[in-house]
């Protein structure tokens, strides 16, 4: 069973742009959340979605926004680049019970840095 | 304001003594707690977790340990082995929030490192 993949591994980009990054979930899974790994700050929850909806949100800016296809898959777009934006975005899927032990299952993510 | 903390961001132990990783939480809404492995270049995975009712949890060679009146759990690992040496990091969740899915709280990770 393929594992979570993300899209690209690697982004460089300059302040003032916007980018999306790609994630397909394990077959099967119907929940994708996205987290934001800095040296600083660790890892912080984005946002998840379940069923082509935003089921839950962390605490980013509006310039961070997602998105879900029918088939799961999930994209996850910041807009108006910031330096602080510079981080390991993570992708993590599961079955989406909401069963309190529900394992994440995370992608090997998509390191941008801003200049 | 930091709700997970993990204060050691790293700890090097030698080969077959036991780890012990450290994670204090703030928020006394948490109640259910996970542990997780982290090598370079790959995603985070999921090594054991423990609900609020426990007080431990046993998985082979890991252990977890709660204390709700210090609000503070631990990752036991016994013996250490040089496959241990990884990022671990502590999680918690809510239960109002829906599930295991629904924005995990982490700590900034503690750097394992085991010495041959």
């Known amino acids: 069973k393929a594992g979570v993949t993300q899209t690209p591994r690697y982004l460089i980009k300059t302040r003032g742009q916007q980018v999306t990054l790609s994630c397909s979930p394990i077959?099967?899974?119907?929940?994708v959340s996205w987290y934001q790994q800095t040296p600083g700050q660790g890892l912080q929850f984005l946002f998840e979605?379940?069923?082509?909806?935003?089921?839950n949100k962390g605490n980013f800016p509006g310039r961070f926004s997602g998105r879900q296809f029918s088939n799961s898959r999930s994209e996850m777009n910041v807009s108006t680049l910031e330096l602080g934006d510079s981080a390991l975005y993570l992708c993590?899927?599961?079955?989406?019970?909401?069963?309190?032990?529900?394992?994440?299952?995370f992608g090997s993510g998509t390191q941008l840095s801003v200049l | 304001d930091q709700q997970v903390k993990q204060n050691s961001p790293s700890l090097s132990v030698q080969e077959g003594r036991i780890s012990i990783l450290n994670c204090d939480y703030t928020?006394?809404?948490?109640?259910?707690f996970l542990w997780y492995k982290k090598y370079p270049a790959e995603g985070p995975t999921f090594l054991i977790s423990?609900?609020?009712?426990?007080d431990k949890n046993e998985d082979g060679r890991f252990t977890v340990f709660l204390n709700k009146s210090a609000k503070h759990l631990s990752l036991h690992i016994v013996p250490s082995q040089p496959g241990d040496s990884a990022v671990y990091f502590c999680?918690?969740?809510?239960?109002?929030?829906?599930?295991?899915?629904?924005?995990?709280?982490f700590g900034k990770g503690t750097h394992l490192i085991i010495q041959p």
């Open positions: 999680a918690a969740s809510f239960s109002y929030s829906g599930g295991g899915a629904d924005g995990l709280t």
């Open positions: 993590a899927s599961s079955l989406g019970t909401g069963a309190r032990n529900e394992k994440l299952f």
């Open positions: 423990i609900s609020s009712i426990k």
């Open positions: 928020n006394s809404m948490f109640d259910y």
């Open positions: 979605y379940f069923s082509e909806t935003q089921r």
């Open positions: 077959s099967g899974h119907r929940s």
